[in-house]
């Protein structure tokens, strides 16, 4: 955790005190004596103040802006242990390759009990609230405070990073990982997903559009249909299905940024990257199918799809 600094600025008033001593006939001589007085004024940096993190919750997670002095915004992510926050990494910062998209330099940066790893961090709904100059956020054992400036510094043990308030620029210090732990997990092998005799799944539901509820499997009795997962709310199958088919369909040519996000009618729908589908498969399937697709409504539905 920073430290506060101590901002002294030293005032010097001086005031000369004459001192006019009487002439006689016994001393020829009159001492002109000045005193100076120096009184110093302590000038404190402003007091950090602890924000609660359940003020930027978002889907279980914390999601946060900093306003930089150039403009942007650099866009933070924290979970229970980790925190990824956008900015300008330097020109030396690898390249990384989060699949399936094509390398290309990194956006962001990851902090976990790990260390530090390059990352992208786009396609993220707009954050709840902004972290203001000498805020502080703590969570997880993970510390994020900005300075009276506004530059962002956030640690964890004896990792961390610093982005600067002027430019954005990313600053490291601690571990920092290969970028190849950043690439996209592996699909489990399918077995791991429910099948038509599995609790939870869709039956016949498939042939109306009947609301169903969380925990529904909706096209895994049906293999030539698109499978769908009703994580929260309740939603028709075949409305869960169209949906994701035509977010597929349409992804490669509209989707926007490295998750390809983009609107399918009233649902927002995007592929998240490596570190959000683990996030994902353990929130949605305790950590057993990675998370290929999610789309949320703004009625709070959240549909997923594993493949």
Known sequence: MNRNKLLLTGVLLGSALLVLSACSSDSDDGDAVSSETVSTAGTT??????????????????????????????????????????????????DITVEPFPTQPPGAITLDEDGLTWYMLEGVPPAPGKLEHSQRITHGGITCETDAEG?????????????NHEDAAISLRGTVRVTAEAEAPEAE??????????????????????????????????PEETEAYVHKGSVGCLTAQEVIAEYRDRRMSEGGGNTLAMQVGEWNCSSPTAMSSQELSEEI???????????????????AAAV
């Not at 399937?285 to 549909?303: E, L, M, Q, Y």
């Open 45 to 94: 940096a402003p007091a950090v103040t602890d924000v609660n993190p359940a003020s930027f919750e978002m889907d279980g997670r914390y999601v946060f802006d900093v306003p930089m002095g150039d403009g942007t915004t650099s866009l933070c992510v924290m979970a229970d242990s980790s925190i990824t926050c956008s900015g300008k990494a330097p020109e030396d910062a690898p």
């Open 151 to 163: 530059t962002l510094d956030c640690a964890l043990g004896d990792n961390g990073f610093t982005i």
């Open 189 to 222: 092998a399918s077995s791991t997903k429910p099948t038509a005799v599995d609790g939870g799944v869709d039956g016949d539901y498939s042939s109306t559009d009947e609301p169903m509820g969380e925990g529904t499997w909706c096209g895994v009795a049906h």
């Open 285 to 303: 399937f305790n950590g057993t199918i990675p998370v290929a697709t999610v789309c949320d409504n703004p009625d709070g539905t959240r549909i």
